[in-house]
């Protein structure tokens, strides 16, 4: 690894990587920005998992959705960030609370959070993540991301289909007056999904974190004040 110097004399105190036996181009791009990624450092200095729960705890300071003894659901919670920075929030190491995250990956244990290592569309899941719980969540939050195709249209598509069956499981489980939070892309066919969202919560609103990367068109959907509604009885026979 090296540095350079820039074109005005100024030395660029970035870290540059250089290429070695069969390193992809693209590979040596994101080891780069990974070394150069202030969130990444930061996250090493914090103890946090990844970068990503700098995106929650920035949300969070805005607009307040995490408080102490909650009942949340981290959907697609690899490496683990999102569910340490809920569980610092809702007092989860001083018996508050209570999280159970999810993931197709391996997580690493968190104290006192509940991991399940399966698919979150798996038909097993919901029912199962509902009995881990024991009752009604005060929130649903989604990281998950489906794999890219690099067709702009298609990964559009199936993202906003993760954050449709996260929002199908989260009328679920919801208690009245939770919170809904899912990562979506700008510019996605995400109409339908955000009448549904402001049909069911009093607010909706869409976020981009300054710990997303600029370059990326992640942003993510906040939906408060969940209106819970009662299942209509069957209809009597006869």
């Not at 069969?22 to 150069?36: A, F, P, T, Y």
């Not at 069956?165 to 009328?171: I, S």
């Not at 999904?193 to 009093?202: E, G, I, P, V, Y």
Request: glycine share 10%.
């Amino acid at each position: 690894m090296s540095t350079t110097k820039g074109g005005t004399g100024a030395r660029d105190m970035r870290v540059k990587v250089k290429k070695a036996g069969k390193l992809k181009h693209s590979s040596q791009l994101w080891l780069e920005r990974q070394l150069n990624d202030p969130y990444v450092k930061r996250a090493k200095e914090r103890g946090f998992r990844s970068r990503a729960a700098f995106k929650l705890e920035e949300m969070d300071d805005r607009y307040k959705f995490l408080k102490t003894g909650q009942k949340l659901i981290d959907l697609g919670c690899a490496p683990g960030g999102w569910c340490q920075v809920a569980a610092q929030r809702i007092g989860l190491e001083r018996g508050k609370g209570a999280i159970v995250g999810i993931d197709l990956l391996h997580v690493d244990p968190i104290p006192g959070v509940d991991l399940i290592e399966m698919d979150f569309m798996a038909d097993e899941a919901p029912a199962l993540l509902t009995e881990r719980l024991g009752g009604r969540a005060d929130g649903v939050m989604s990281d998950m991301a489906a794999n890219t195709t690099g067709h702009k249209k298609t990964d559009h598509l199936k993202i906003i289909a993760l954050a449709e069956a996260a929002l199908e499981f989260a009328n679920s489980i919801l208690a009245p007056g939770g919170f809904f939070l899912a990562k979506l892309f700008q510019g996605g066919e995400s109409a339908e999904l955000l009448a549904m969202l402001k049909r069911d919560f009093t607010t909706v609103r869409n976020v981009k974190p300054a710990a997303s990367r600029a370059d990326s068109s992640e942003l993510y959907v906040l939906a408060t004040g969940y209106r819970r509604k009662e299942q209509p009885a069957a209809d009597a026979e006869g």
